[in-house]
């Protein structure tokens, strides 16, 4: 399990529409299920915690990319 597993997951899911339907499913209800982001992750070839997960999120928010940004804006909403 590794950091870098998690930030190259995040790098794939950026590439990857398909991916990006499925984890937005991970961001709900004003909550991020990092949990279910490193199972994900998993089965997509990736090994990392969800503890690894939430670090290279919140270590990215500078750099989010236009997906990113969307999940966190829709999270804010949801928690409203």
């Known amino acids: 399990m590794s950091v870098t597993a998690a930030r190259d997951f995040r790098q794939h899911v950026n590439r990857m529409s398909t991916l990006q339907a499925e984890i937005a499913q991970y961001f709900s209800n004003g909550a991020i299920d990092y949990a279910g982001m490193a199972e994900l992750g998993r089965r997509s070839g990736f090994d990392f915690t969800a503890e ?13 990319s236009n997906f990113e940004r969307e999940m966190m804006s829709a999270l804010r909403t949801s928690a409203d």
């Open 52 to 64: 690894e997960a939430k670090r290279i999120l919140f270590a990215a928010a500078d750099e989010m």
